[in-house]
């Protein structure tokens, strides 16, 4: 008879220990990535290799524009793209990437970079294409954000920017 006492007791006190760490395990694992979304209108390069229009290695090439994050608040989008490589024969060129998302005059940053192809005959990738880079970093709310960046060129020319910011 003490026996069952101690099991109906002690039973329920496992039952819960249980619940508990399959609760503690799952929120230790990492949990789901955030998505952040940027979107802004076409954007013009200003090409900063004079006598060219930037199909040469070397040439940069800056950006800006509004910018407006999925949460309402509204910033800019500066970046900064530098050809590396020219693949001729192909109409390809790679080129190097850094884009700076800012929100609240600049206190609230998201940062990505990173390499990609590009046609030649343009300054940006072509309308319905996406690039995947990494994110470097953030700071104010993102501060040490991590993760990746999807940017999509939309078929209006406008472009959508998807931070997916692991936990």
């Excluded at 290695?57 to 949460?71: L, M, N, S």
């Amino acid at each position: 008879m003490e026996e069952y006492i101690h099991m109906k007791i002690v039973s329920p006190i496992l039952v819960a220990l249980f619940a508990l760490s399959a609760v503690l395990v799952s929120a230790c694992s990492g949990g789901t990535a955030t998505i952040v979304t940027f979107t802004h209108g076409a954007v013009t390069p200003t090409t900063i290799v004079p006598g060219t229009d930037g199909g040469a290695v070397g040439a940069v090439r800056t950006f800006h524009a509004e910018a407006a994050a999925d949460d309402g608040t509204s910033g800019t989008f500066d970046a900064t793209m530098v050809t590396t490589s020219v693949d001729e024969a192909a109409g390809l060129e790679r080129r190097l990437t850094t884009i700076v998302f800012s929100v609240n005059d600049g206190a609230d940053q998201l940062i990505l970079s990173g390499s990609a192809v590009y046609p030649a005959a343009g300054s940006t990738i072509k309308t319905a294409a996406t690039v995947i880079r990494p994110i470097i970093g953030g700071s104010g709310r993102w501060s040490g954000a991590r993760g990746w960046a999807e940017s999509t060129h939309e078929v209006d020319g406008s472009w959508t920017h998807a931070f997916h910011l692991e936990p």
